[in-house]
DNA sequence: CATCAAAATGAGTGATTACTCACTTTTTAT
DNA sequence: ATAAAAAGTGAGTAATCACTCATTTTGATG
């Protein structure tokens, strides 16, 4: 089995730029994105990342101009990337031929993102990490993937309310419900990665919950 | 109004190692948890926390011999602080004289921890980004919150579940959710803090959500 | 093989880092 | 009032930081 890192490194070192890199760049991405990911952006020595890397420390700044432009080479991409797929690949179809059910429509979501993350967590890591001290990078994320993202979520929301499978609450109230239900979910299972986590039960009873939790009521005594 | 961090540090001043501290050592603090959470620690520069506190740079380390051990200093009582009320002024009573209603409860939880968020945002900021990075922090959190307060949440969860309030599922799974719930909303209105945010709007969402996630099913249809 | 531009190098730069220590000031005890 | 202890100082230190640049290596082209 391929590992996924590699696979996502590979697409961007094909497509970014045009161009193809030299095998020293691309090592000095895969080397960038391990420490940044250990170390966060700020611990993280440039020197280190060339040892990692196997190239001299000058090799770097031929490549990138600063530190901080090599962190936004690995993060910006990612950023589109977080969103691109999900709501091209995956949102229209849902809007334009929406699945049937709610419950289809959430199952979809939840293995699609768990997929992404599934590829992902050392990138995830250091964007969550970051984000909090540049804010060129939350303005990017907040403008990518709050906007667009939660524009086109919020339609398909207010589609199945319309058709009264879900509960009367805002669409954006419902995205945060539903959005922290499924981050709980990723985070504990890939990042606290808890032994003896049954995967199936857990995925299967996230799905109950979000149902339950977002129908429409049946008023009961 | 008093300033809420104000408040924590002076209970923090006076109780700790039993004598008080001096005014400089209270301004060193002071100045720490503002640089940390704006930094981080590896950007916190300890010459700047000196300036800010108004104080020479060898005065921090009088107190505290290392740069780590400020942080853990303003972090490790916070941690405890973080179960010691949570677990023992509203879990016991709840426990022993449970809430009748599991919603009840939730509300009782949902007040409590969203009042004690709106107290410390600056220090679990601190907490937030830096456990990634300091294994002995990871593990006390994880020893205290994860060990001691699950224990305590489980029974209470337990409990209900025997009254037959909540569904079927593995009482961990439900502290996840509704933990998840819960995090998803005080992130979003601290962090995020969104215009025109309705907060009583949101919070009976919230607490919908979870109630009707968890509660023991309604065959419909 | 010769040419040349891009890639790669690593010693070197000044700035900044956490931390020390000899010394002065303030507080406490008698 | 005086001595002892504690608190505070800031110049100084070695290490490390991101980044530069003159020079060498590499790889493609005629």
Redesign the interface.
Known sequence: MKDPLEQWLEELLEKHEGERMTDKQSRILRAAVEVFAE?????AATSEIAQRAGVAEGTIFRHYRTKKDLLYSIVAPFVARLIEPFVLRDLYPLIDNPHPTFEGFIRGILDNRIAFAEKNIKVI?ILL?EV??HPELREQFLSKVADRVLRKITNVVNHYREQGHI?E??PL?AV??V???L???L??RFLFAPTGWDDS??RE??V???L????S??E?K
């Open positions: 170390k966060g952006y700020s611990g890591r990490q909090p001290f509960v609450v805002p109230t945060r419900l959005g922290s239900t981050f709980g979910y985070i504990v039960l857990e009873a996230t109950q919950y979000i339950h939790g977002l129908s009521r049946i009961a």
